[in-house]
């Protein structure tokens, strides 16, 4: 008899723990099946974030583009993560780099004043002082971005279109929620995914 009990005893010890196991494996799906929902909402807003960060960044561009005697073309200084960053250990950036987006006098930079003004950053205005794109295709649009942003379109799995009749790059992100800059007014414009 005692040997019985025992083996029930173990069985509803092992009924428990399958138990306890369906529970769990419940919980985490119904976790996991919030997440799958609320993924592409997370890349919306992703956007939006990146939407302000443009916003800020073309008026800082903007002021310092007046500032600067509305030049053709200004060297946009990001910390070490613009493309075209000196790679150069030895401190020899060239002619084209300084604080001011002017030459430098020397001709050469520390390694330390390299990385943080982001050498040959250099980024074409247009004559209302906004940024725009070296070739008017996606491939330019993916470059302003990278230019004003410091990040590529594809850590955002962002689609670019270059609408050509009316000059705007266009950002999509997988759920539909669009970026617009318009080139020529500096005009941006953010839409985000219908539900």
């Excluded at 008899?1 to 799906?29: F, P, T």
């Excluded at 050498?119 to 004559?127: A, D, L, M, V």
Aim: net charge neutral.
């Amino acid at each position: 008899m005692l040997s019985q009990q025992k083996a029930d005893d173990d069985l509803l010890s092992v009924y428990g723990k399958i138990v306890a196991i369906v529970v769990l494996l419940v919980v985490l799906a119904i976790l996991g099946a919030r997440y799958i929902n609320t993924a592409p909402n997370l890349t919306s807003q992703g956007l939006a974030f990146e939407h302000n960060r443009l916003l800020n960044v073309l008026a800082m561009v903007r002021s310092q583009w007046l500032t600067s005697g509305r030049p053709k073309k200004m060297l946009l200084s990001w910390y070490d993560v613009a493309p075209n960053v000196l790679n150069d250990t030895k401190g020899n950036a060239g002619v084209e780099s300084s604080k001011t987006g002017q030459p430098s006098a020397f001709g050469q930079l520390d390694s330390t004043e390299a990385d943080l003004i982001g050498t040959n950053n250099w980024i074409q205005i247009s004559p209302k002082g906004w940024p725009i794109v070296d070739t008017y295709d996606e491939k330019g649009c993916n470059q302003l971005w990278q230019q004003l942003l410091a990040t590529s379109t594809t850590e955002l799995a962002l689609t670019v279109v270059y609408q050509k009749n009316e000059q705007v790059c266009r950002y999509v992100s997988p759920n539909q929620s669009s970026l617009s800059y318009q080139l020529q007014t500096g005009r941006v414009i953010f839409l985000s995914a219908q539900k």
